[in-house]
């Protein structure tokens, strides 16, 4: 048995441990919650219409603007774009 294999045996005896507690499951479950929540709650927020603002930085394609002002129309929104070139480091 090496040294990687009696790592992963406590490691995974720690995690089979841990998961018995209930304290654990309910921090795991109010983190996610917590996750989910910072993921799909912005979305269900904005639901004015408006101007979504885009920054590019360096050169685009050619057709990325009249691309992305065809995706704010199929959303009902529009989208501005501002493009920099790239600073030097």
């Known amino acids: 048995m090496n ?3 009696q790592i992963w045996l406590v490691a ?4 089979r441990e841990r998961g018995r507690s209930r ?5 795991l479950l109010l983190m996610l919650l917590a996750v989910a ?3 799909v709650l912005p979305a269900f927020l904005d639901t004015g ?3 979504k603002d885009v920054g590019v930085t360096g050169t685009t394609p050619a057709g990325f603007t009249a691309t992305l ?3 704010g129309e199929a959303r009902s929104r ?7 070139p790239p600073r030097s480091l």
């Open 3 to 5: 040294g990687a294999h």
């Open 12 to 15: 995974a005896r720690e995690i």
């Open 23 to 27: 304290a654990f499951l309910g921090s």
């Open 37 to 39: 929540g910072a993921i």
């Open 49 to 51: 219409p408006g101007t």
């Open 69 to 71: 002002e065809a995706q």
């Open 78 to 84: 529009g989208a501005a774009l501002t493009t920099r």
